[in-house]
């Protein structure tokens, strides 16, 4: 989760370093969440067949590798490769590391378990942020995935030392199955990324939107027909797993969304360095932890729905304060948004991830793990590709007229992100100052557009999950099995 957000502060180093355009910068931060998100439900899959710790082993030697690519090969296009192939081993991380948890714990004890796993992938994140601006002080910003291929070194070996934990008797791998879902999680992100930046006249994302409901129905069909399914659709047909499901998806949507702005807001507006940003955002850490190990006790009490709703409620009001921000704004006017959007996701994600393991019996917990973590990475990576892009679309737009007066020299860079802009006028000297105004204001223009739309999403889901939600304790409509007995 921290190699999630990891680059963020570094992301104004990438663009001037690599001439990364806005677009390619999306792409640095999306390639690694977008093959998370495609491979994580097979992974899952592979863990409750072929062992759990041995899938987290394998998961994390590949991160390690990959993550150490761009110490040894330039450019964008080997940066985003080398992030994809980290996230295709994170894939097999995720899964592995809350089915450990829920099939190692009781079930009286297995509430607080996951909240406390939901409240560290939660704070994950912003640890993520914190660490890289400080390595970010002394070092480039290659010693970030320098930094992450160390530590996936090292708890590639401490994970050696966890009992295994797998299905006794496991059912053959379901190959059509694993290929239709990250196909349709592939296409449907593929959509969410180059729509706003292409326009609905271009074919790419109608061709994206299309391939993703042909893909997804194939899925449902092939799901509904296997003998041995990669996911059972029928599942979903539980209120706790299904609106716990989409609660996660919506959480990490607009989180990482979120923190795709800010983070640039804070360095490239607010004049912030790559560490004094990232400890700007360290107050969020705080509700999160604070209310992820009680969100799942006050939905036993009083039911999912107001857990849930709640809490996106309050997500949502923290993202359309967000986008009143102004480039004139301070950090006090930005860290209070920040504190109610983390409140908002301290209550909201427990829940719904206790309700997602309960709904399915416990030899399955490590695909009801891949759902959680499928859909915490779909989310993140469709976020990303919003904000992203409606930040690119809004910048590009704001900043078209400015650009046509320019010299031919000046108006790539100038067009391509406000790192590059800035970059252009440090040379240009006090006469600049007029061409860095402008470009500051079209980037807060595209960051408002963002937070908005984020904040749009938030509130619909509200209303969503307050209607399809249990009111009451969430049952545990899954037959409960025993335990998976761990073996060394």
């Given amino acids: 989760m921290a ?3 990891a680059l963020y502060t570094a992301l104004p180093q990438i663009a001037a370093s690599n001439g990364a355009t806005q677009q390619q910068i999306t792409w640095i931060v999306d390639g690694y969440t977008l093959a998370l998100a495609c491979l994580v439900l097979p992974g899952g899959a592979l863990g409750d067949r072929y062992g759990r710790r041995a899938t987290l082993v394998v998961g994390l030697t590949l991160f390690a590798a990959a993550s150490a690519v761009p110490l040894v090969v330039d450019g964008s296009s080997f940066l985003i490769a080398a992030r994809a192939v980290a996230g295709a081993g994170a894939a097999l991380v995720m899964p ?4 450990l948890l829920t099939a190692g714990f009781p079930a009286s004890r297995r509430g607080l378990a996951i909240g406390i796993w939901a409240g560290m992938a939660g704070a994950g994140a912003v640890v993520g942020i914190i660490g890289s601006g400080l390595l970010l002080e002394r070092w480039s910003w290659e010693s970030i995935p320098l930094a992450m291929s160390v530590i996936g070194v090292l708890l590639a070996v401490a994970a050696t ?7 006794p008797t496991p059912p053959p791998f379901d190959l059509w199955g694993a ?7 592939g296409l449907l992100v593929l959509l969410t990324i180059e729509a706003p930046a292409r326009g609905w006249s271009d074919p790419i994302p109608w061709a994206a939107g299309g391939g993703a409901l042909l893909a997804g129905a194939a899925f449902v ?16 047909a539980d209120r706790g797993l299904g609106s716990g499901t989409i609660s996660i998806a919506i959480q990490s949507l607009v989180s990482f969304g979120l923190f795709l702005l800010i983070v640039q807001y804070l360095q490239l507006i607010l004049g912030y360095r790559p560490l004094l940003s990232a400890l700007a955002m360290a107050p969020m850490i705080g509700p999160m932890v604070l209310l992820s190990p009680v969100s799942p006790w006050l939905a036993d009490r009083f039911g999912l729905r107001l857990a849930n709703a709640a809490g996106l409620a309050i997500l949502g009001i923290g ?4 986008a009143h921000l102004s480039a004139g704004s301070t950090y006090p ?3 209070w948004p920040l504190l109610i959007t983390s409140t908002g996701i301290g209550l909201a994600t427990a829940s719904a991830t206790t309700a997602i393991v309960s709904g399915v019996p416990t030899a399955n917990h490590g695909i009801a793990a891949a759902v959680n973590d499928a859909a915490r990475e779909v989310g993140a990576a469709i976020g990303i590709g919003i904000a992203g892009s409606i930040l690119a679309a809004g910048y590009g737009k704001r900043i078209a007229p400015v650009v046509a007066a320019l010299p031919e020299p000046l108006r790539s860079p100038v067009s391509d992100s406000l790192a590059s802009a800035l970059q252009v006028t440090d040379h240009l000297g006090p006469q600049a100052t007029p061409l860095a105004d402008a470009a500051e204001a079209a980037f807060v223009h ?3 557009q963002a937070s908005f739309a984020l904040g749009a999403i938030t509130f619909v889901a509200a209303i969503a999950i307050g209607i399809w939600a249990p009111g009451r304790p969430v049952e545990r409509l899954a037959p409960e099995q025993s335990p998976v007995v761990p073996h060394t």
């Avoid at 290929?179 to 349709?184: D, E, F, I, Q, V």
């Fill in 3 to 5: 190699s999630m957000a």
């Fill in 96 to 99: 592995s590391t809350l089915s």
């Fill in 161 to 167: 030392t966890v009992p295994e934990s797998a299905d």
């Fill in 179 to 185: 290929a239709l879902s990250a196909t349709t999680v």
């Fill in 221 to 236: 069909i092939v799901e509904l027909r296997v003998t041995h399914p990669l996911l059972d659709v029928r599942l979903f």
């Fill in 319 to 322: 993202l359309l304060s967000v």
């Fill in 333 to 335: 006017d930005l860290v």
């Fill in 446 to 448: 595209g960051v408002r």
